[in-house]
Structure formats: structure tokens, C-alpha cells
């Protein structure tokens, strides 16, 4: 619960891509992530405005959905590799619109 809320804080400061947390807190990508979507939903459930900048490809463009936390392997419209992650950012007592 209180590793839950510190994601939360981290958030609330910058953009952070799934990788970038993961290295901060010592874990692998697929653990911050489960723990990550939870952060999200509680977020959005308490009225925070939840912010996902899609990953996307460097080489076409190419923007996969906002779903898609942790990064992709290959673009599925050029198969290229070099891709940007997604960004995640939490606004603290803001609702979604």
C-alpha cells in the first residue's frame, strides 16, 4: 500500500515512462507495471486527472494506445525497434475531461 502511494507521489511530480520507474525503485518493468495500472485506476476513481502520453514510434510515428504502458518491442506499421515509451503523469485533485 505504501509503495502504491509513493508511484502515486512519483507521478505527481514529472512524467515518468514504466522504465524509468522501475529503475528508481530497484524493480523489474513487470512488476512496477501491475501496481502502476492500480495507481492509475485509484487515481482517476479520486477525481486526479490521469495523463498518458502514448508510446510511439521514432522512426514513422506510428502512436500505439494509451493502454500500452510498458514499450512495445517493434512498430507494427514499419517494424522498427527505436521507440519512444509511454509518459505517465498524475494532476493531483484536477478531475478528467
Not at 6 to 18: F, G, W
Amino acid at each position: 500500500m505504501a509503495f502504491r502511494r509513493d508511484l502515486l507521489k512519483l507521478l505527481t511530480v514529472q512524467p515518468r515512462s514504466v522504465s524509468s520507474l522501475a529503475r528508481e525503485l530497484g524493480l523489474r518493468r513487470g512488476d512496477v507495471e501491475e501496481d502502476l495500472r492500480h495507481v492509475i485506476r485509484t487515481a482517476r476513481a479520486a477525481g486526479h486527472r490521469v495523463i498518458v502520453e502514448p508510446a510511439r514510434c521514432r522512426a514513422c510515428g506510428f502512436t500505439f494506445g494509451e493502454e500500452k504502458l510498458l514499450k512495445p518491442g517493434k512498430c507494427p506499421s514499419c517494424r522498427g525497434t527505436r521507440l519512444y515509451e509511454a509518459q505517465i503523469r498524475i494532476e493531483v485533485g484536477l478531475s478528467q475531461t
